[in-house]
Structures are given as C-alpha cells and as structure tokens.
C-alpha cells in the first residue's frame, strides 16, 4: 500500500501544512484556527477509517475514546483515531504479566481499557516520553524508563500552551471523552520504578519480551522484541506515513545507527507494529527505512520543502528533517 500518495489522494498537502503551523502557532500562544481567524475544517479525518483496521478483529468496541484490536493472540492495539497524531499504544500478554508499550496521550483512561482486557499485573514501557505517549503514565505505579536528563525532565509532566493546542478543534475528528477539555489538558508526573538497560529481557510468562535502545527520534527512543513471535514493536522510529526527525532533541547520526540495528533484524521478523496511523507493517519496511537514510545521509536524495522543512519522500514513509 502507497500510503504517501492515498494521503496526498485525501488532502494531505492541507493535512502536513496543518500538523506543522499548529506545531509553531503554539510557541505564539494560538491556534491554527485562530491565526486564520477562521474554524478549519479537520481535513484528515476524511481518510478515517484506514482500510488496514477492515481486516483486524475488533474488541471493546463500546469504548468511547479508544479502538482496540487484536493483532496477534496476546497483543492489543490500543488505538486513539479521533485525535490528529493518530498514537497507538499496546499491550502484550504472558501468562503471569502484562506489558503496556506506551500510554497514548492521556485524554481517555488508558488504565481502564487494560483493566478491561487483561488481570495480570501491568508495567510499562515508553516508546520514547514525548507527551503522545506518556500520557497515561501517571496512571501506572510500575514504570520502566531510561535513565537520561531529557527522560527525567519529561517524568515532571508537562501543563503547557502546546498541550493544550494538541486537542484544537483543527486537530480532533469526534468529541473528547467526558471529562477531558484542552484548557484543563495536562501531562501529570511519574515515577519510574525500574531503570532499562539495552538488550534487558524480560519474562511475561510464555512469552519474552527484549529492550532495544534505538535512540535518534529522540534520546530515549527504544523498540521491542517479541523473537519467538517475530513481533517487532518500532515506537516513532518508523511509522507509515511522515517521521518527525526535525524536533531539537532529534539526532539523525543517532537514528541512522538505529535504522541500521533494526534492519538487520528483518529476517526474524514477520511483523512491524509501529506507534502511528496502523498497528500492522511489513518487516520489508525496516530494509526500505535504512536505503533511505542512507541516501539522505550521503545527500543522494533531494528533498521537497513543507512548511520550511526538508521531506524526503519514499515509498510508503518519509523523513521530515528540519530545514537547516
């Protein structure tokens, strides 16, 4: 599937320039929609609902804030597709624990549909601690984090003018949960009660579950490994659709080394569930993700600019770095 051009198919020229002005409308306080002076219509809903959910089994569908799906047995795609980043967190099951990778962004409880799914005790793992997926950590009491200054800083939680403009009308498709309201949206504090090492495993029961440290999106970015199963969880270092790789914490020396690390792991691998837009990819991907960088690496490839940054377009993903 041509993810890019079904995207451009559905407006997503209006979709990039969106998700980028509203990123640096909120340094000056505002809304996409206030810039404008008028309501923009949210024109990515119109792609809603990818054709990839058609073929999942579908569970809790009474659930008015998340879509859960069944992947594989054992693992749950906690889907958040009414607001624009589109974040999927997961739940992995052993036999005696349970692994949350990610907590989405906090506005519905995330803590409630695990409860729901499974009885097992729970621990957490972020993918990475930008506030799309940490949201329901303070929901938890077991979490496992990296131990780095720009993880430590995020687990303060963040109350700011870029929260808040993460639930604008122009970046949601549907109401927000009862309860939940831009102005009163905050990422609240967490406690991290264990300290990840690379390569650290762990035993849910009947099923082994391995740490990958694969930073570049962000310094603390990391995967997961499901070797008996072929599961490999990808987090934001490949999602099919645009990769953020311009934000200031982003080192792109760093990603192509990870890139590098993932790929050659895709002889095990018989599927990717990466953190945004589907829960499903063809571990073909990780080969096409490391030509990519390499070309860009080398500047082999020529970029598009969007919104001043540099895309280079590939097939099925591309790489948002920064202008510079």
């Not at 409880?109 to 930008?130: D, E, F, G, Q, Y």
Request: aromatic residues 10%; positive net charge; charged residues 25%.
């Amino acid at each position: 599937m041509d993810y890019r051009r079904r995207r451009q198919n559905l407006g997503e020229k209006v979709i990039r320039a969106l998700r980028l002005l509203s990123l640096l409308a909120v340094l000056a306080g505002v809304s996409v929609a206030q810039q404008s002076g008028e309501p923009i219509r949210p024109e990515w809903c119109r792609q809603l609902p990818r054709p990839e959910y058609k073929t999942l089994e579908r569970v809790l569908d009474n659930e008015p804030w998340f879509e859960i799906y069944r992947i594989r047995p054992g693992v749950f795609a906690i889907y958040e597709p009414k607001q624009f980043e589109e974040v999927i967190s997961y739940l992995i099951l052993g036999e005696k624990r349970a692994l949350l990778f990610d907590t989405g962004l906090g506005v519905g409880k995330i803590s409630a549909v695990v409860a729901r799914l499974t009885p097992l005790p729970v621990s957490v793992i972020n993918s990475h601690t930008h506030f799309d997926h940490v949201g329901g950590n303070a929901e938890f009491q077991e979490i496992w984090n990296r131990d780095l200054l720009y993880t430590r800083k995020n687990m303060r939680g963040q109350s700011n003018i870029y929260l808040r403009d993460a639930l604008a009308p122009e970046r949601l498709c549907g109401a927000l949960p009862a309860g939940a309201s831009a102005k009163s949206y905050s990422i609240r504090p967490w406690k991290s009660a264990h300290t990840l090492r690379d390569s650290e495993r762990f035993d849910l029961g009947g099923r082994v579950v391995e740490v990958l440290f694969t930073p570049g999106h962000t310094p603390d970015s990391l995967s997961l490994l499901d070797r008996r199963n072929g599961l490999l969880f990808t987090g934001d270092t490949f999602y099919p659709g645009p990769i953020y790789l311009f934000v200031p914490e982003t080192d792109f020396a760093a990603y192509v080394r990870s890139v590098e690390r993932l790929a050659a792991l895709e002889p095990q691998i018989k599927l990717l569930l990466p953190a945004h837009n589907v829960p499903v990819a063809e571990p073909v991907f990780l080969k096409r993700l490391a030509e990519a960088v390499e070309l860009v690496k080398n500047g082999k490839a020529k970029p598009q600019v969007t919104e001043g940054h540099r895309e280079y377009l590939f097939d099925g993903f591309s790489l948002l770095l920064s202008g510079k």
